[in-house]
């Protein structure tokens, strides 16, 4: 009896093993002394020792290497599986759909800490405080400590959860302290089985469409049968109310709900949404995590533990003890496609985990993908549409600015420099407006930093990085005007601004165009005080570089939420999913330029950002209103968007996708080389055209350089496959892309594929 292994080589096959000699000696081995499928193994392979997953048994005359060639496993780790049928199932899907091999599907879909073979009985560490200890031992001075005692001493005699208690906001260092000082303990508890949810809060009375969605959705779960819904709802039409009824009745059936959540949605506010209604145990993924909590986290979805697991894109790909019901909220956001190793769209893997479950799985969007808006066509997803926003909130209406006619406003400097704000008179007048009404507003700007390029006024030399085919960033602020440098946003090269232009010794250098930092500073000046300077209302500027900090967004998204006038400047970090009742205006000064864009996604994505960041607005009580500013008023897409509105600008477009032959109507995957020089890269590319089924029926676009095709030092070129039909395409792709791997141009580079790629 051998065992099949999956290993993490990059090799599209398993491996054959022998059992280790001590079972093979005795005859009479049970069966279950042979690791179980679904457990890990620690073998041999070549020289190193590796853990891999059981994923067969078989005999030994199945085997296409002889007995005596066979390694035996050294030992087994489980004596349990740990993945079931299920997830083997999801396994094998995921590497044949993404044509990725097995043993690093696993490597993907195992956390760290599983991978290098932990033991998953993992315990949980609580603290207590200890018996009779009173206020007198502490130290008069010892305040914080006092005060991080008191937040312990609230949980009683059984203390809480260190990850309770870290939620809460004790911190890691005062616990150690206080042990050391003998005043509190650790204690080490076996989790208990969950307890019923209850809820805490109840719930809200529906609108005819939110019931209409609720109770659809509910009949396919007591059904208990796969559906995939989209749930087509406006912006601030109370898609989470749904969420939050649907929900009510999978857990209250004692099921698990999956909740998957773009990356950077994921702030606290996204748990509290559910843990306000909720009284249940509630689990959070995301990248910030350390490999522990990982690993704890997987082991609760596992165990049933979790009750409700909220997390970003991998969360899909985790092990459910009884999965009730899947939630994709924002559905068509980018973050959901990996954009590395396995190319999986979250997405999609949730309508596959829906069918193995047999439950309801809901695509939440107010600007569904294109390809959703298909399957919606195809017969595949159900839609629930909701077209109103709940009590007065009337969705914002948008309007143009034809920017051509109005120049933008000129600000002049203490030394009396003339400077451009990028604001027209009119979204001023209507920023001031709104403030003056006590009211916050919201300007979209998809740009940090200071300006996208510096530029010399003298022979038009631009600061380029040295590493990739980008313009350097500027970021100076006229307040810090010494921390000034330039930087790569794509490898993160940096360099400082230089005093006079490296090719023509020109002084006349100058940032060109306009990004968050700057506009924050314009706006600065135009709503200073002239006498003092100072600000009249706050502006929050809203980006990677000012959220870096751990509780900076928390701190942010605090100041925002006491509604006090205030402008807001953001990139598309504010564009999903927030609500801040107080923002009456949302300013756009330039978020038309997609619809120039050369990639045929951009006018999808692009509309879908614009109603997103447009739906900030008049969420509360008050109305809405939305500036868009544009120097293509009589674009046709922009005014097909402003008109009509997204649904019907998007029927437009997958109209035009169909009539051109488009994905969703065509199926593409996109080959990628890397290399050292962009020739390299295309000659693998031709060759592994030239080994192409001669009857293989697919448009062949390419060998081209990728766009930007020099990134971080290294070239890239690019190869697209498009097929009518799905499956003609991983036909091919299915005899085709591992000889390619193995072709000769091909060895000292980095070849990768992605299946339903976004973007090419
Ligand atoms: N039936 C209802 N009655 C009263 N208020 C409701 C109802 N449903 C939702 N709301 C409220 O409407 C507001 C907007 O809802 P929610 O944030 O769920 O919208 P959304 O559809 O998710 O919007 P977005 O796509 O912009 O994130 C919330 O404050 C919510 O509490
Ligand atoms: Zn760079």
Same mark, same amino acid.
């Given at each position: 009896?051998?065992?099949?292994?999956?290993?993490?080589v990059?090799?599209?096959?398993?491996?054959?093993?022998?059992?280790?000699?001590?079972?093979?000696?005795?005859?009479? *081995?049970?069966?279950?002394?042979r690791p179980?499928?679904?457990?890990?193994?620690?073998?041999?392979?070549g020289?190193?020792?590796?853990?891999?997953i059981?994923?067969?048994?078989?005999?030994a005359?199945d085997?296409?290497? $002889?007995?005596?060639?066979?390694?035996?496993?050294?030992?087994c780790?489980?004596?349990?599986?740990?993945? #079931?049928a299920?997830?083997?199932?999801?396994?094998y899907?995921?590497?044949?759909y993404?044509?990725?091999?097995?043993?690093?599907v696993?490597g993907?879909?195992?956390?760290?800490?599983?991978?290098?073979?932990?033991?998953?009985?993992l315990?949980?560490?609580?603290?207590r405080?200890?018996p009779?200890?009173?206020?007198?031992?502490?130290?008069?001075?010892?305040?914080k400590?006092?005060?991080?005692?008191?937040m312990?001493?609230l949980?009683?005699?059984?203390?809480?959860?260190?990850?309770?208690?870290?939620?809460?906001g004790?911190?890691r260092?005062?616990?150690?302290?206080?042990?050391?000082?003998?005043?509190?303990?650790?204690?080490i508890?076996?989790?208990?089985?969950?307890?019923p949810?209850k809820l805490?809060k109840? $719930?809200l009375?529906?609108n005819?469409?939110?019931?209409?969605?609720?109770s659809t959705?509910?009949a396919?779960?007591?059904?208990?049968?796969?559906?995939?819904f989209?749930?087509n709802?406006i912006?601030?039409?109370?898609?989470?109310?749904?969420?939050?009824?649907?929900?009510q009745?999978?857990?209250?059936?004692?099921k698990?709900?999956l909740?998957l959540?773009?990356?950077?949605g994921?702030?606290?506010?996204?748990?509290?949404?559910f843990?306000?209604?909720?009284?249940?145990?509630?689990?959070?993924?995301?990248?910030g995590?350390?490999n522990?909590?990982?690993?704890?986290?997987?082991?609760d979805?596992r165990?049933g533990?979790?009750?409700?697991?909220?997390?970003?894109?991998?969360?899909v790909?985790y $092990?459910?003890a009884d999965?009730?019901?899947?939630?994709v909220?924002e559905?068509?956001?980018?973050?959901?496609?990996q954009?590395d190793?396995?190319?999986?769209?979250?997405a999609?893997?949730?309508?596959?985990?829906?069918?193995q479950? #047999?439950?309801p799985?809901?695509l939440?969007?107010?600007?569904p993908?294109?390809e959703?808006?298909?399957l919606v066509?195809?017969?595949k997803l159900?839609?629930?549409q909701?077209?109103?926003r709940p009590?007065?909130?009337?969705?914002?209406p948008?309007?143009?600015i034809?920017a051509?006619?109005?120049?933008?406003h000129q600000?002049?400097t203490?030394?009396?420099?003339?400077?451009d704000?990028g604001?027209?008179d *009119?979204?001023?007048?209507?920023?001031?407006?709104?403030l003056e009404?006590g009211?916050?507003?919201?300007?979209?700007?998809n740009r940090?930093g200071?300006?996208?390029?510096?530029?010399?006024?003298a022979?038009?030399?631009?600061?380029?990085?040295?590493?990739?085919?980008?313009?350097?960033t500027v970021?100076y602020?006229?307040?810090n005007s010494?921390?000034?440098?330039?930087?790569?946003?794509?490898?993160?090269?940096?360099?400082?601004?230089?005093?006079v232009?490296?090719?023509?010794?020109?002084?006349?250098?100058?940032a060109?165009?306009i990004?968050?930092?700057?506009?924050?500073e314009?706006?600065?000046?135009?709503?200073a005080?002239p006498?003092t300077s100072?600000?009249?209302y706050?502006?929050?500027?809203i980006?990677?570089d000012t959220?870096?900090?751990?509780?900076?967004?928390?701190?942010?998204?605090q100041?925002?939420?006491q509604?006090?006038?205030?402008?807001l400047?953001?990139?598309?970090?504010?564009?999903?999913g927030?609500?801040?009742?107080n923002?009456?205006?949302?300013?756009?000064? #330039?978020?038309d330029?997609?619809?120039?864009?050369?990639?045929f996604r951009?006018?999808?994505?692009t509309a879908?950002l614009?109603?997103?960041?447009?739906g900030?607005?008049?969420?509360?009580?008050?109305?809405?209103r939305?500036?868009?500013q544009?120097?293509?008023?009589?674009?046709a897409l922009?005014l097909?968007?402003?008109?009509?509105g997204?649904?019907?600008?998007?029927?437009?477009l997958l109209?035009?996708?169909?009539m051109?032959?488009l994905?969703?109507y065509?199926?593409?995957a996109?080959?990628r080389?890397?290399?050292?020089?962009?020739?390299v890269?295309?000659? %693998?590319?031709?060759d592994?055209?030239?080994?192409?089924?001669? #009857?293989?029926?697919l448009?062949?676009?390419?060998?081209?350089? %990728?766009?930007?095709s020099?990134?971080?030092s290294?070239?890239h070129?690019?190869?697209?496959?498009i097929a009518k039909?799905?499956?003609q395409?991983?036909?091919v792709l299915?005899?085709?892309w591992? $000889?390619?791997? *193995?072709?000769?141009?091909?060895?000292?580079l980095?070849?990768t594929l992605?299946?339903?790629?976004?973007?090419?």
């Amino acid at each position: 009896m051998l065992v099949q292994v999956a290993l993490p080589v990059p090799l599209y096959r398993v491996f054959d093993y022998r059992l280790p000699a001590a079972t093979q000696a005795t005859p009479t *081995a049970e069966p279950s002394a042979r690791p179980a499928i679904g457990s890990r193994v620690e073998v041999p392979f070549g020289r190193q020792t590796l853990i891999g997953i059981v994923v067969a048994h078989i005999a030994a005359a199945d085997s296409s290497v $002889p007995l005596n060639k066979l390694k035996s496993i050294y030992r087994c780790l489980d004596n349990e599986p740990i993945l #079931n049928a299920a997830m083997l199932k999801l396994a094998y899907w995921l590497a044949r759909y993404y044509h990725y091999p097995l043993g690093d599907v696993f490597g993907v879909i195992l956390p760290t800490l599983v991978r290098q073979g932990k033991p998953l009985d993992l315990l949980i560490t609580h603290w207590r405080i200890l018996p009779n200890i009173t206020d007198d031992d502490f130290h008069p001075n010892a305040k914080k400590q006092k005060q991080q005692f008191d937040m312990l001493k609230l949980h009683g005699e059984r203390g809480a959860s260190e990850d309770v208690l870290l939620l809460e906001g004790m911190q890691r260092p005062f616990l150690k302290t206080l042990e050391e000082k003998g005043l509190i303990e650790r204690y080490i508890e076996p989790k208990q089985a969950p307890t019923p949810v209850k809820l805490a809060k109840l $719930p809200l009375d529906l609108n005819d469409e939110q019931q209409q969605a609720v109770s659809t959705i509910i009949a396919a779960h007591k059904a208990g049968r796969y559906t995939g819904f989209l749930l087509n709802g406006i912006t601030g039409s109370g898609k989470t109310e749904v969420y939050l009824q649907v929900m009510q009745a999978v857990l209250e059936a004692g099921k698990q709900v999956l909740i998957l959540v773009p990356e950077i949605g994921l702030t606290p506010q996204t748990r509290a949404r559910f843990a306000s209604r909720f009284a249940a145990d509630i689990v959070l993924l995301h990248s910030g995590m350390n490999n522990t909590h990982r690993l704890q986290g997987w082991q609760d979805c596992r165990t049933g533990h979790a009750q409700i697991i909220i997390g970003t894109r991998s969360a899909v790909l985790y $092990p459910f003890a009884d999965l009730g019901l899947i939630v994709v909220d924002e559905a068509h956001d980018g973050s959901y496609k990996q954009q590395d190793t396995l190319r999986y769209h979250a997405a999609d893997v949730a309508l596959y985990r829906g069918v193995q479950y #047999n439950i309801p799985v809901i695509l939440g969007t107010a600007t569904p993908s294109l390809e959703h808006l298909k399957l919606v066509d195809d017969g595949k997803l159900v839609e629930c549409q909701l077209s109103t926003r709940p009590g007065n909130a009337k969705p914002a209406p948008m309007q143009l600015i034809d920017a051509r006619l109005q120049s933008t406003h000129q600000q002049t400097t203490d030394d009396g420099a003339r400077y451009d704000t990028g604001l027209t008179d *009119a979204m001023i007048g209507a920023i001031r407006q709104t403030l003056e009404a006590g009211d916050q507003v919201l300007v979209f700007l998809n740009r940090r930093g200071y300006a996208p390029v510096l530029l010399c006024e003298a022979c038009g030399w631009q600061a380029d990085c040295p590493r990739c085919d980008a313009h350097l960033t500027v970021h100076y602020s006229r307040q810090n005007s010494s921390n000034a440098y330039l930087k790569c946003h794509h490898c993160d090269w940096q360099a400082y601004i230089p005093a006079v232009c490296p090719d023509c010794g020109s002084q006349n250098l100058d940032a060109k165009g306009i990004g968050t930092t700057r506009l924050s500073e314009n706006l600065h000046a135009i709503f200073a005080n002239p006498q003092t300077s100072k600000v009249l209302y706050p502006i929050i500027q809203i980006d990677r570089d000012t959220t870096r900090r751990k509780d900076s967004w928390e701190n942010i998204y605090q100041r925002i939420n006491q509604g006090d006038p205030a402008i807001l400047v953001g990139t598309q970090m504010v564009a999903k999913g927030h609500h801040f009742p107080n923002v009456t205006l949302v300013c756009l000064p #330039n978020a038309d330029r997609g619809f120039l864009s050369a990639d045929f996604r951009s006018p999808e994505h692009t509309a879908q950002l614009m109603i997103q960041v447009a739906g900030r607005a008049g969420r509360g009580d008050k109305a809405g209103r939305v500036l868009i500013q544009t120097l293509q008023p009589d674009n046709a897409l922009l005014l097909k968007l402003v008109k009509d509105g997204y649904l019907s600008f998007a029927r437009e477009l997958l109209q035009e996708r169909k009539m051109m032959g488009l994905p969703p109507y065509t199926h593409a995957a996109l080959i990628r080389c890397e290399g050292k020089t962009l020739a390299v890269t295309m000659q %693998a590319l031709k060759d592994a055209i030239a080994i192409l089924p001669s #009857n293989h029926n697919l448009a062949v676009l390419g060998p081209i350089d %990728a766009p930007m095709s020099k990134k971080n030092s290294r070239y890239h070129a690019q190869l697209l496959l498009i097929a009518k039909e799905r499956g003609q395409l991983h036909q091919v792709l299915s005899h085709w892309w591992q $000889p390619v791997l *193995a072709l000769p141009s091909a060895k000292y580079l980095k070849l990768t594929l992605d299946i339903d790629p976004v973007g090419w």
